[in-house]
Each structure stands twice: as structure tokens, then as C-alpha cells.
């Protein structure tokens, strides 16, 4: 057969592939618009499940949001509740005093000092838990597992009266403690809430001992993810524990730390409760304030300048969580 018969050949048989329904440009004629048209009625299912999360959203949480932005930028008080009257219009008056003519920079600064801090102990006292509770025995990890959820269950308000009442002044069993330990009386009638350095010690304490339940259960669930084939040929390589878990086992662990991270930060920057409660037992509120009591205490007379307090919370917020959440998107695209 000559050169040209078997080209001839060739570009029909190629042409009977392309005219088949089932293959090349044909094909994706057939199936493009049936494909477009189940996209779009999955689309319209996907929106009308989410359409009522949605709407419950927007009405609980975006209207807020944008009223308290509103708000933000006018005089708005007491008085315009009272009366029925509309505020004036002042701009950036608000913010301007937020930063100049209050106590809120020194209020920041401790937030997020306070954040740091319970935010490592919670998150480093966590994954330290979980890591012992995959070398604890049934039994161990079960007790273990009840003493968390014990902690995490209770109310904040509840737990801070608990603490309240072991650091209490006279009738505390820290006092009592220290006195059997140190053989004196110096420690009677000490008061632990009067100081803000001592009153800030307990208030951690509380946090954190509420806050390591939620890690050490992510991050145990997250470990058991781990394979064991690749911890084994670690262990066969003369890797150490500190060595596995960084290069073994963190890089799987990471995901969930971050996501772990982002919400700590959030919570920790916005405690209220457990503050509050201890100002009320005996703390400075002057002294002890942090974001959330803050606010609170100015709420009652200015909303205008309470909305800008709340305006620049969250927008600290969007700030400090927008890396984290950046990166675990880019992670789930990959």
C-alpha cells in the first residue's frame, strides 16, 4: 500500500472517531450543556440548603455588625435612646478619643499580652497532653479523658467561682498551702485579686485550665492520622521523639494546629466572663481591665464610642486570623 492510501486511511479513520458521539470535540458538544445544566441544579440545592444558615447569619450577625459601624461614626447615647432622637453625625470623633482620651491603648496592650500568653500555655500544655495520652494505657487515657471533659464542661462563670474560692483570702487552700509548706503565717489573709500581677496569675490559670481540653482532644484525634509505618521507619533511621514529631509528626498536625491557633487567639483575645467574675471577688477593674470588661463598663452611657471600641475588636481580629486562615485555604486548594 502506497504512502498516500495509508494517509488516506489514516484521516478517515480519524474523522469517524471525531463524528462518534462518544469521543473529541463531538463529545464535548453532546455533554457541555447537559454538564452546565447539572452544575446549575446542584448550585441551586447547594443555595437552598445553605440559603436558611445564610439568612439566619445575616440577621443575626451582619446586622449587627453594620449597625454597630453605623454607630461607630455618630454621637448616639442614652439620651437619643431615651428621648427617641437621632444622633449627629461626628465622623472619626469616636476612634480619635478611643486612642487619645481614654485608657484604651493601655487596655490593648494588656489583651493581647494576655492572649500571648494563655494562647502558648494552652496550645503547648495541649498538644503535650494528647502526645502522652497515645502512650497512657486504655484505662490511663480513659481517666485522663473524663478529667478534660470535666474541665471543659463546666460553665466559665462556675469554674472562676471554684478558683475563686481556692486563691480566696481567708479560706483559700492556696494560702493554707503555702502556710503548711512554709511553716509561717505569712500567707494568712493574703489577698491574690488585690494585686493586678497576682489577680492576672489566677486569671491565667483559670483560661488555661479550661482552654487545654479543646487542644489536647483536636490534637490527639489529629495524631491518631498519623501512620505508624512512617513513625516505625523514623524510629529504624535513629530518629529521637523530639526529632520525630518535628519532621514526622508535626507536618501532619499542622492543618489542625492552625485552625487550633486562629480560634485561641479569638477566644483569648475576647474573654469576659472569667475577668469580670474576679474583679467582682476583690480585682481593681481600673487595673484588670481587658478587651471585653472594657467595653462592657463603657457600654451604658456612649454607644457611639462603645461601637468604636467594637469596630476596631474585630477589625484586630480579621487582622490577626486572616494570615492562618489564608494559608490553610491555599492548603485545601493544593
Not at 83 to 107: K, M, R
Request: hydrophobic share 50%; charged share 15%.
Amino acid at each position: 500500500m502506497s504512502d498516500t492510501s495509508t494517509d488516506t486511511a489514516t484521516d478517515t479513520a480519524t474523522a469517524v472517531r471525531a463524528a462518534r458521539p462518544g469521543s473529541g470535540a463531538a463529545a464535548s458538544r453532546v455533554r457541555g450543556p447537559r454538564e452546565k445544566a447539572r452544575a446549575r441544579r446542584e448550585a441551586r440545592g447547594g443555595w437552598s440548603l445553605l440559603g436558611p444558615s445564610v439568612i439566619i447569619l445575616g440577621v443575626m450577625v451582619g446586622y449587627p455588625a453594620v449597625l454597630m459601624v453605623i454607630q461607630s461614626f455618630t454621637d448616639y447615647s442614652v439620651k437619643n435612646k431615651v428621648q427617641g432622637t437621632l444622633p449627629d453625625f461626628v465622623g472619626f470623633d469616636n476612634y480619635l478619643e478611643v486612642f487619645t482620651q481614654s485608657d484604651f491603648p493601655a487596655v490593648l496592650v494588656r489583651s493581647l499580652a494576655l492572649m500571648v500568653a494563655m494562647t502558648v500555655l494552652i496550645i503547648g500544655l495541649g498538644v503535650l497532653v494528647a502526645v502522652l495520652m497515645t502512650r497512657l494505657g486504655r484505662g490511663w487515657r480513659i481517666t485522663v479523658s473524663v478529667g478534660l471533659l470535666l474541665a471543659w464542661a463546666m460553665p466559665p462563670l462556675a469554674a472562676t467561682t471554684v478558683w475563686g474560692w481556692i486563691f480566696d483570702t481567708q479560706y483559700g487552700l492556696v494560702n493554707w498551702a503555702l502556710n503548711t509548706l512554709t511553716g509561717t503565717d505569712d500567707w494568712t489573709n493574703h489577698s491574690w485579686l488585690i494585686d493586678p500581677m497576682s489577680f492576672f496569675f489566677v486569671l491565667i490559670i483559670i483560661v488555661v485550665w479550661q482552654g487545654v481540653p479543646f487542644v489536647a482532644f483536636t490534637t490527639y484525634a489529629a495524631l491518631g492520622q498519623v501512620p505508624g509505618e512512617v513513625l516505625e521507619a523514623a524510629s529504624l533511621d535513629g530518629a529521637t521523639g523530639i526529632k520525630r514529631f518535628r519532621f514526622v509528626v508535626f507536618p501532619y498536625l499542622r492543618s489542625v494546629l492552625i485552625v487550633v491557633l486562629v480560634l485561641q487567639v479569638i477566644w483569648n483575645l475576647r474573654i469576659f466572663t472569667q475577668v469580670y467574675a474576679l474583679q467582682s471577688r476583690g480585682g481593681l477593674a481600673s487595673e484588670t481591665n481587658v478587651l471585653g470588661t472594657y467595653m462592657f463598663r463603657q457600654g451604658p452611657g456612649d454607644f457611639g464610642f462603645t461601637s468604636a471600641i467594637g469596630v476596631i475588636m474585630v477589625a484586630l481580629l480579621l487582622i490577626l486570623s486572616w494570615r492562618y486562615v489564608r494559608s490553610t485555604l491555599k492548603e485545601e486548594e493544593l
